[in-house]
């Protein structure tokens, strides 16, 4: 399995013990994410420690305080390591009511202009802004030219169908297992198997049976699972779809 979406840096993590267990864990590559200047450039040193792991380079519209110039030289520069994948988890995020749109706005499409350059994949992270996300990718498809996905998906099929059409992939985390989930089956079961992706967002959104308690990468094989239900195939053939779709996408993969 491939873990498309995972954040080794976090402190909660003990990223050795990740990364010498992934054999047995069932895993064969696994991408750690980037969402500030640390965790990019902590995640892209973790990559170059392990010929498995894969790293993006990026900033969290959470953290885009932080972006700059400078950072953006920066994570253009190491974009072209071998080990770096794409650029994420970028987007946005207007959950919380003090929110400030206009930065996060302003950074996103500074972002794609890296993503134009670097010419890989983006990751992209979307709460509470389907409207304006949607039309921010749609009206800069120019600067996608590796297209990439929608990461842990909360939208309705009708969405995740329109990011499909613009050539993105649909990537489900651990909140497709929760047995209170709804809208995310409906979409695991309606996109087409070439556009879907697993990951674990980990240590978020662990799934069933764990919720509420650390994600490990190794608890990505329930989403697996999980999906393969829902589309009422076997774990394995899952499993096999979507490594495939993961190289798809993540062209350095290797």
């Known amino acids: 399995m491939i873990d498309t979406h995972a954040h080794l840096t976090d402190t909660r993590l003990d990223a050795k013990e990740i990364l010498a267990s992934m054999e047995r864990d069932g895993l064969s590559r696994l991408i750690t994410v980037g969402y500030d200047r640390a965790s990019s450039l902590g995640g892209f040193k973790i990559a170059q420690s392990d ?10 519209p959470s953290n885009t305080d932080e972006a700059g110039a400078d950072e953006y030289a920066r994570f253009l520069e190491l974009s072209r390591d071998p080990k770096v994948v794409g650029v994420g988890e970028i987007g946005l995020d207007y959950h919380y009511p003090d929110t400030d749109k206009p930065t996060q706005l302003r950074e996103l499409l500074n972002q794609l202009d890296l993503v134009k350059a670097a010419d890989l994949p983006v990751v992209v992270h979307m709460r ?3 409207a304006d996300m949607f039309n921010i990718i749609k009206d800069n498809l120019h600067k996608l030219p590796k297209r990439g996905v929608m990461h842990c998906f909360s939208g ?6 329109e990011y499909i059409k613009l050539g993105f992939y649909i990537s489900f985390s651990g909140s497709v297992t929760f047995k209170n989930a709804r809208v995310a089956p409906v979409v695991a079961q309606g996109i087409p198997l070439e556009r879907i992706l697993i990951e674990t967002d980990c240590p978020y959104l662990a799934p ?9 990468p190794k608890y990505v094989r329930y989403v ?21 779709n993961a190289y798809a996408l993540f062209g350095k993969l290797t």
């Open 51 to 60: 010929g498995r792991v894969f790293c993006t380079l990026g900033f969290h």
């Open 156 to 161: 309705s099929l009708e969405s995740a169908l």
């Open 208 to 216: 069933e049976p764990f919720r509420g308690r650390l994600n490990y």
């Open 224 to 244: 697996c699972e999980k999906l393969a239900e829902l589309r009422g195939m076997s774990a394995g053939e899952m499993e096999e779809i979507t490594m495939r």
């Open 128 to 130: 509470d802004a389907d």
